[in-house]
């Protein structure tokens, strides 16, 4: 049995809720992390999931026989397109799929979980990113119908009354803009987004690495914990670099601490939350004092 989970004030329940990313790629081993996510609700905890499902989306594409492109910017960076039938394709996977293997995986456990996409109760609302700049052989193009954005506001109402009736909110991409627009939104990004909102005691993001690596290659270079989130960016490379960024993300609004971590090692949730696996961040000792002066 791992220790018991820390407290912000010893003796004293902890009512802020945990937020718990289960991630999308493969090798994730989500009943894992279901298990805990059962026990620690057993305990009083209350958990909010949120879902990606990059693998199963890429699986159900092919099937479909359809592909997202990489393009650059002219800046550099590599998208990747979802256009309306990628986006209608990748519901499927995102919350037919995973989102409902989430809910059913706690069903079997005896909780009653509601799988919510964005536009579900508007749980999850977004500004749409303005029309992509492309670099296509030396010309720049601009493409208007890539459906991406960035989460702009979360349905806090909606997350706490289920909270309140004994739900699990399971949460997963897309979002809906004001317009009524579905967007492509980061899963991860939707965590720090929600940590952030509900004000959560910690946001959990567990996937099939077993956290920051200073050499990918090499897992004994774990890196255990870390107050620079900024600083860590050079060590992280692909998908790390958009957990360290929704790291930095809830930090900055008020989440005291994440924890990047393996879903495959025994008790995943649990023994991220007591450091013995994974990766801690914290804002710096004198940020973290200048958000509490500040509240």
């Known amino acids: ?34 298990n805990d996510v059962a026990e620690l609700i057993r305990s009083g905890e209350r958990v909010v999931v949120v879902n990606g499902g990059s693998e199963a989306g890429e699986r159900v594409l092919k099937a479909f026989s359809l592909e997202r492109p990489e393009v650059t910017t002219p800046t550099g ?8 039938a990628t986006l209608r394709v990748l519901m499927m996977a995102w919350v037919g799929e995973v989102n409902k293997r989430v809910v059913l995986s706690l069903a079997e456990r005896g909780l009653p979980g ?18 992509l700049k492309i670099n296509d052989g030396g010309r720049v193009r601009i493409d208007r119908e890539h459906l991406a954005g960035e989460i702009h506001s979360v349905n806090t109402s909606l997350l706490a009354t289920l909270l309140d009736q004994g739900y699990v909110p399971i949460v997963c991409p897309p979002a809906i803009t004001e317009e009524g627009v579905l967007v492509n939104a980061d899963a991860d990004q939707i965590a720090a987004s929600i940590a952030t909102a509900l004000g959560a005691r910690a946001l959990v993001m567990l996937s099939n ?50 924890y990047v971590s ?31 002066a500040g509240t």
């Open 1 to 34: 049995m791992s220790a018991p989970l820390p407290s912000s004030q010893p003796g004293v329940p902890d009512i802020r809720p945990l937020v718990v990313k289960i991630g999308g790629a493969a090798g994730v081993d989500l009943e894992n992390v279901c």
């Open 77 to 84: 960076n590599v998208v990747r397109l979802t256009h309306a």
């Open 114 to 131: 509601v799988g919510l996409c964005g536009a579900d109760g508007r749980v999850l609302i977004a500004k749409r990113r303005p029309p």
């Open 209 to 258: 690495v077993p956290g920051l690596l200073e050499n990918p290659n090499e897992p004994l270079t774990l890196v255990r914990s870390s107050d620079d989130v900024e600083g860590c960016m050079q060590l992280a490379a692909g998908r790390m670099r958009y957990k360290l960024d929704a790291a930095r993300k809830a930090l900055q609004g008020g989440v005291p601490s994440v």
């Open 262 to 292: 393996s879903s495959r090692v025994p008790r995943p949730v649990f023994v991220a939350l007591t450091e013995e696996s994974g990766t801690k961040f914290t804002l710096p000792r004198k940020q973290k004092e200048a958000a509490n």
